[in-house]
């Protein structure tokens, strides 16, 4: 039973507008996530994380935001760079120690 | 920052041959690191959570007697996957978490990337 869920498998967008990844999870215990990019044939790259206790958490160019309510995370890539296209991971846990359970990736494209 | 790092990056091997794989957390110290593995187009599964002092734990449906897990420091788990056949390619990632500073974190390896011919 797939406790993270990333309901797209592609996502387009311009260069320079925004991209806006979406994550859904099933489990209330959840209460650590985390974004990861992963280029073909290489292991995934830390982008940005946020507990619980947060419903926005910001870092450069990459904002999570988190409505625990919803069961629902988001990515904001603003302004989306060509560089930026790969497959984005969204994860969760109970605890920032524990194990953790991935989504099955959102590919995206930004168009030059 | 913290480092999780994993050796080889790459391996091929023939089917029959044990491959090992290291995992290292290089800043800090990690009681406890997890080995995953993803099959193509498909998420990142969990195989095992790694105990330093003790017997590795596994997820249920992964061969203990396949994939050997030892934890031999507070800074290296290894896994080892015996006699490899093909359907054991795919790409291993290990994580740990720092428990050591205010505000708990975790940190995934780069992965490894095993073919098995």
């Known amino acids: 039973d797939q406790q993270v869920k990333q309901n797209s498998p592609s996502l387009s967008v311009q260069e320079g507008r925004i991209s806006i990844l979406n994550c859904d999870y099933t489990?209330?215990?959840?209460?650590?996530f985390l974004w990861y990019k992963k280029y073909p044939a290489e292991g995934p790259t830390f982008l940005i994380s946020i507990s619980s206790i947060k419903d926005k958490n910001e870092d450069g160019r990459f904002t999570v935001f988190l409505n625990k309510s919803a069961k629902h995370l988001s990515l904001h890539i603003v302004p989306s760079q060509p560089g930026d296209s790969a497959v984005y991971f969204c994860?969760?846990?109970?605890?920032?120690?524990?194990?953790?359970?991935f989504g099955t990736g959102t590919s995206l494209t930004v168009i030059p | 920052g913290a480092v999780v790092s994993q050796h080889p990056s790459w391996v091929i091997c023939k089917s029959g041959t044990s491959v090992k794989i290291e995992c290292r957390s290089l800043d800090f110290q990690a009681t406890t690191m997890f080995w995953y593995r993803q099959f193509p187009k498909q998420s990142l599964m969990l195989m095992a959570t790694?105990?330093?002092?003790?017997?590795?734990?596994?997820e249920q449906g992964v061969e203990k007697d396949k994939f050997l897990i030892n934890h031999a420091s507070l800074t290296l788990s290894t896994l080892t996957v015996t006699s490899a056949h093909p359907e054991d390619s795919s790409f291993y990632i290990c994580?740990?978490?720092?428990?050591?500073?205010?505000?708990?974190?975790?940190?995934f390896g780069p992965g490894t990337r095993l073919l098995v011919l």
């Open positions: 489990n209330s215990m959840f209460d650590y």
């Open positions: 994860a969760a846990s109970e605890g920032a120690g524990n194990q953790f359970y």
């Open positions: 790694s105990n330093e002092g003790s017997k590795a734990t596994y």
């Open positions: 994580s740990a978490p720092d428990r050591t500073t205010r505000e708990e974190t975790q940190y």
